[in-house]
């Protein structure tokens, strides 16, 4: 991947919509074309990001002791390192920005590291993760926020390999954003407008429902899955307009390796 | 100077902490909605010390931990006017009122200072890590340009049994001619080599100084085993040699690829024969 400022780029985006400073001119103009039509989009980032603290506490309190983080971004504050201290961390993502920032600032702490991978290519995903983990690991996958950027054949694959590569009692994260009703021609409409900006933006997004994410990451086992305001008892904290103005959720699937005894 | 005023951390925390919530979506996303209690907590806490102690330093100093917390001035001056409220209310006069209000308003400036200069900070910090990592990114790219560059301009050719062929294009400077001697030694061990031919055609000119170090890589492959014939020496580039007084050695030198070709063939078959091509 080449180094351009100029050119957008989705964990960029994504962290000027959280509120963040690590973005550039380009960054902002497609997160603003972005908001013009889907003014819920730093909502969505925020309950997304939200989701994986939580993830991070539970598998804090399970006691999971490494973690496998793709599609990572820029590894701020709040993210996995941060709730799991003493975890074994390997975060990836394919932005050599965000590699070497994320190297930056996890230089000084033991057991976190930081390889640039297209999490895509799962062949050289777990060739990166076994030089961390080692072969046959019971690992928790963190895959929060960038499953929904890779189109169906391929989530299948990488679920695949990386469910013949860990070991029984490695569990997985995953958010999914999804229609919640039928869309009327007009909602159709917009909603195509909505993800055409994404596109533009280099941010094709692939919705699907929960039941069509778990057919795609078979064998993986969903555990539980509710909505992300259900996860995170948000629904409270937020105007209505923010929830009425667009007919999309985001779930969060826990799953579990299908070899995991009860 | 303490003021009387007292602060009832079990009243206020919940008005507080509602506020908070209301304004869950304004703080930085690093800020999760769980961690609002505690934020509500200091908020609730940090008023009772400045009540007692009119202790600005410290309010500040909350002010900078909420921040960085992910705390944002919207959220926080949603959290004041709440405390504001909900204190003047308890005050039995008009004069009391307007004192507890004022208490407030003190206990938030100071806190202010504090996450205006958190905000600050981490904006000059966030970019000023980006600008570097962008730096780094950028250098890491263009090293591995150069290294594939360098691969690419150094290719050794297995072309028959232990025989390489070492094709040279281009201008050749000291750091490649090192590159040139540590690719070709390589190669001989890992092919075994009894004959390199170093085809040096497509070098148009040839400092005094590299034309030396090709030569002594050809006097290291021959400790390893390896004949190194020099191969496509155009006139200009063997008038070159001679006027710089370089020696050639025991380095044996030949027109073209094809007698450098034939010449192995003798070499490796021990009479006339012709190689096996790869």
Redesign the interface.
């Known amino acids: 991947m080449?180094?351009d400022?100029t050119i957008p780029h989705p964990g960029r985006i994504y962290d000027f919509v959280?509120?963040?400073?690590?973005?550039f001119e380009a960054d902002r103009l497609a997160a603003k074309k972005i908001t013009d039509v889907f003014p819920a989009y730093?909502?969505w980032?925020?309950i997304n990001?939200?989701f994986l603290?939580?993830v991070a506490?539970r598998w804090g309190a399970e006691g999971h002791a490494r973690v496998l983080d793709l599609g990572s971004g820029l590894p701020?504050?709040?993210h996995f390192h941060e709730a799991l201290p003493n975890a074994e961390i390997l975060y990836t993502d394919q932005d050599?920005?965000?590699?070497?920032?994320g190297q930056?600032?996890l230089a000084d702490l033991p057991g976190k590291s930081y390889a640039q991978v297209d999490l895509r290519d799962p062949a050289r995903l777990i060739e990166e993760a076994t030089i961390v983990f080692g072969d046959r690991p019971k690992i928790a996958v963190g895959f929060i926020g960038v499953g929904y950027f890779i189109d169906d054949d391929t989530l299948a694959k990488v679920a695949r390999a990386l469910h013949a590569w860990c070991a029984p009692g490695s569990v997985m994260a995953f958010s999914t954003p999804h229609e919640t009703k039928e869309l009327t021609p007009e909602e159709l409409k917009a909603s195509a407008e909505i993800m055409a900006r994404f596109k533009a933006a280099r941010m094709e997004v692939f919705g699907r429902t929960p039941e069509r994410v778990a057919e795609l990451l078979a064998p993986w086992k969903v555990e539980v899955t509710h909505s992300l305001q259900e996860w995170?008892?948000?629904e409270?904290?937020?105007h209505a307009d923010?929830w009425q103005e667009s007919s999309v959720t985001i779930s969060g699937l826990i799953l579990s390796h299908s070899a995991t005894s009860a | 100077m303490s003021s009387a005023i007292e602060i009832r951390a079990d009243e206020l925390t919940g008005p507080v902490l509602e506020a908070l919530?209301?304004h869950?979506?304004e703080?930085?996303?690093?800020?999760?909605?769980?961690r609002l209690p505690d934020v509500a907590r200091r908020l609730v806490e940090g008023l009772a010390h400045y009540a007692a102690n009119e202790d600005a330093p410290a309010a500040e100093a909350l002010g900078r931990q909420c921040a960085s917390m992910?705390l944002?001035l919207k959220s926080f001056f949603a959290a004041g006017r709440v405390l504001t409220k909900a204190l003047s209310m308890k005050g039995e006069t008009r004069d009391e009122a307007v004192e507890r209000a004022l208490l407030v308003t003190d206990f938030t400036g100071a806190a202010v200072f504090g996450i205006r200069a958190v905000v600050l900070e981490?904006?000059a910090h966030?970019?000023g890590?980006?600008e570097?990592?962008?730096q780094?990114?950028?250098n890491?790219?263009h090293e591995s340009l150069r290294r594939v560059i360098r691969e690419l301009s150094t290719p050794v050719v297995p072309i028959a049994d232990r025989v390489l062929l070492l094709p040279l294009v281009g201008a050749i400077d000291i750091e490649r001619s090192s590159l040139i001697m540590e690719r070709l030694l390589e190669a001989v061990v890992a092919h075994r080599a009894e004959i390199v031919l170093m085809d040096v055609t497509g070098v148009p000119s040839i400092e005094v100084e590299v034309a030396v170090r090709l030569f002594a890589v050809a006097r290291s492959a021959r400790l390893l085993g390896s004949q190194v014939i020099v191969v496509g020496l155009s006139p200009d580039f063997a008038r070159s040699l001679v006027s710089y007084g370089v020696d050639a050695g025991d380095v044996l030198t030949l027109a073209s690829v094809q007698r450098g070709l034939e010449l192995a063939a003798r070499r490796r078959a021990g009479g006339a024969a012709s190689l096996q091509l790869r």
């Open positions: 080449k180094i400022t959280l509120g963040g400073h690590h973005n730093p909502t980032a925020r990001r939200w603290h939580h506490e701020t504050q709040g050599p920005i965000a590699v070497v920032y930056q600032i995170l008892g948000a409270g904290l937020l923010d | 919530r209301r869950a979506l703080n930085v996303s690093t800020l999760s909605p769980v992910g944002a981490t904006f966030q970019r890590l980006l570097q990592a962008v780094e990114a950028a890491r790219e």
